[in-house]
């Protein structure tokens, strides 16, 4: 993180935040930060001026449970909603705000708990994986929550005699199914901004960038077309990784590479910049960017934390029973 508030104005536009300057404006959001007790959290999509002013950057579930360690009072969730949902559950002491109520997400809205529900009937005995990416209701009707980090590894653990449901990501999913040979039912829901980014765009940067190393977010269109081109020795092995959001900054931070083709929503190529700056990021697709998690700017953030607005509640039944899923993908992962 930048250390100082000199050091963050450079990267942020000129101009007014709200009814304040900017800098008074980032200076107010430290202050109530202060006297609220509170810790900001962005997820790696978030607008560059949100991820270097928050506390903790990461994807969903990491975030949550770092706020979890915090002495917080407050957690200011900058990510869509079901984000927040999984921080108001795992963490039932904090208050939870979210700068916009309406910053959603296409893929958590593929699926609601009754469809899950109607799914599960037609399925008796079969398990049910839900992904992250969903809402606190759905969460609470499944038997395991996932993340892309620990997809592979939940869907491994389950007895091998057992059908398997996994919704809502229907990449995801196939990824799963392809390489485990698991009977397994995919829900067919998808993120429109991963749906979008195909095989043609990864050949075709691929193409210029000969040497780098690509990484490819098991969401993505091109995921299951990739996992084919690997077994036909068409892409080089060594340099494909699939993996989860962190995994992508971990890996950029790891890797003896230089080059890195990033296939994900362009948000995260801010932080590995800014952690790696010497190294090249290029992104699969440059306009996949997700509205949803753009809807969350600095006006948006200094109003709620001015007013202290928009909490984000789960009901304590179906928080109950959505920390269970969780709570079982923590315990086999
Ligand atoms: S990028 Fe896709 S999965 Fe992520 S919040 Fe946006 S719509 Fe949802």
Aim: charged share 20%; aromatic share 6%.
């Amino acid at each position: 993180m930048p250390t100082s508030l000199a050091d963050q104005l450079p990267v942020y536009p000129a101009g007014n935040v709200g009814d304040a300057p900017l800098e008074h404006a980032l200076a107010e959001i430290q202050e109530l930060k202060r006297q609220r007790n509170a810790v900001i959290l962005a997820h790696n999509y978030q607008i560059p001026a949100i991820q270097d002013l928050a506390d903790f950057v990461g994807d969903s579930l990491g975030l949550s449970l770092q706020a979890q360690r915090t002495e917080a009072d407050e957690i200011v969730f900058c990510g869509v909603h079901f984000m927040a949902e999984t921080a108001a559950i795992l963490c039932p002491d904090k208050r939870v705000l979210i700068p916009d109520l309406d910053a959603g997400c296409s893929l958590a809205d593929s699926i609601t708990a009754e469809q899950l529900r109607a799914w599960k009937d037609e399925h008796p005995g079969a398990v049910a994986v839900v992904y992250v990416n969903c809402s606190a209701d759905v969460k609470a009707e499944a038997d395991y929550c996932c993340t892309s980090a620990n997809a592979l590894k939940l869907v491994q653990s389950i007895p091998s005699d057992k059908e398997i449901l996994f919704a809502p990501d229907m990449f995801l999913g196939d990824y799963l199914r392809t390489n485990t040979n698991r009977k397994l039912h995919v829900w067919m829901g998808e993120c429109h901004v991963h749906a979008g980014i195909r095989p043609r765009h990864v050949e075709e940067v691929w193409a210029d960038y000969p040497e780098a190393d690509l990484l490819i977010h098991p969401e993505c269109g091109c995921v299951s077309q990739v996992m084919w081109h690997l077994s036909q020795g068409d892409f080089p092995a060594d340099r494909t990784h699939v993996l989860s959001t962190a995994g992508m900054v971990a890996a950029a931070e790891n890797s003896d590479a230089n080059e890195f083709l990033v296939a994900t929503e362009t948000g995260i190529i801010h932080q590995m910049q800014q952690r790696q700056p010497n190294k090249t990021f290029v992104p699969i697709k440059a306009d996949a960017e997700c509205e949803f998690m753009k809807m969350i700017t600095l006006d948006k953030l200094l109003n709620t934390m001015r007013g202290g607005i928009h909490e984000v509640t789960v009901e304590p039944d179906i928080a109950r029973r959505a920390l269970r899923s969780i709570e079982r993908m923590v315990a086999v992962t």
